[in-house]
């Protein structure tokens, strides 16, 4: 019997998957189109815009959000937009984890370029999502209409009534506000409270029975997406800045087109065009859907 000779086993060969790399974070192209170098052409057609009812002189903004989003600072964002140095008309507070909000009274601040423009913001107290802490709903409501006069103290523990000196029974047009910017923080919407997000919906659907516009300004853009912070003008070509931006629109029900991402002013010490161009555009589009509703309230 000839002698058995052991065969090599054969190796079989077996392809490795690829790498894996990860997602890119950027789209190939911008999802929205917008004009780096419009801020000229926007400060002034903002300078030179007039409300359409002559009975009326300022057009009326109010601001409302979640505490710590941003809200007083971007009312003083667009103030130094438009005055190429930082401002701080709106007071904002500094300290590192407040809860609490440090706006407690209704103040009107308006907005100033070489002259007061005819365009004012509502600074109210902070939302929380406690039914009772921070600004009560209605008193949001209320403010919209007119029913809050300016200096008015917001109260944890109840609502304006009707007999209070700040309260208006029966508020003109200049008393009112054309539009609702709701001020969200795009580092932090994905862990927003549900109650909050309720607050704002009540809030959303009885001010839209009256045909009021809302507009989502989402702050702390920077602070959500690595290639934003990097580079300003990433920010329509960033998939988490999109991603953020639906999810605004989901939770509050804004659709997209009303929802302007933007950088507010924190530590500089001088204006940037990228940071400006984003704020004025926002404001733009802001301050027309307002003048729209004061148009269709005066011809109503």
């Not at 438009?82 to 009107?108: M, P, Y």
């Not at 406690?130 to 809050?148: K, R, S, Y």
């Not at 001010?207 to 997406?225: F, H, L, N, R």
């Not at 924190?266 to 729209?292: G, R, S, W, Y």
Request: aromatic letters at 6%; proline letters at 5%.
């Amino acid at each position: 019997m000839g002698s058995l000779v052991s065969k090599p086993v054969r190796q079989h060969s077996r392809q490795l998957p690829p790498k894996f790399e990860g997602e890119r974070p950027e789209l190939d192209k911008p999802w929205r189109n917008f004009k780096w170098d419009q801020k000229s052409e926007l400060k002034k057609q903002l300078e030179e815009f007039t409300p359409s009812n002559p009975a009326v002189t300022e057009i009326k903004i109010l601001v409302a959000g979640q505490i710590g989003a941003g809200k007083s600072s971007f009312i003083n964002s667009v103030n130094s937009a438009f005055q190429g140095r930082i401002t701080s008309g709106a007071l904002v507070d500094s300290s590192a984890g407040n809860s609490k909000s440090f706006t407690k009274t209704l103040r009107e601040i308006k907005i100033r370029s070489k002259k007061n423009l005819p365009i004012v913001f509502r600074d109210i107290m902070g939302l929380e999502p406690e039914m009772l802490a921070g600004t009560h709903t209605d008193d949001i409501i209320n403010a919209v209409f007119g029913h809050v006069k300016e200096g008015y103290r917001f109260k944890e523990s109840k609502q304006i009534a009707c007999k209070d000196q700040h309260y208006t029974g029966n508020p003109s047009l200049s008393d009112q506000a054309f539009c609702l910017v709701y001020i969200i923080a795009a580092d932090t919407v994905q862990f927003t409270d549900d109650k909050l997000m309720d607050k704002l919906r009540i809030i959303r659907q009885r001010i839209s029975a009256e045909g009021i516009p809302q507009v989502i300004v989402m702050t702390k853009v920077d602070e959500a997406c690595p290639l934003v912070k990097n580079d300003l003008r990433n920010i329509y070509q960033s998939k988490k800045i999109k991603e953020k931006m639906q999810m605004c629109s989901d939770k509050v029900g804004v659709p997209m087109c009303n929802i302007f991402p933007v950088k507010n002013y924190h530590d500089e010490i001088d204006t940037d065009d990228n940071v400006d161009v984003l704020i004025l555009k926002a404001l733009d589009q802001i301050v027309h859907l307002a003048d729209d509703r004061l148009l269709n309230s005066s011809s109503s």
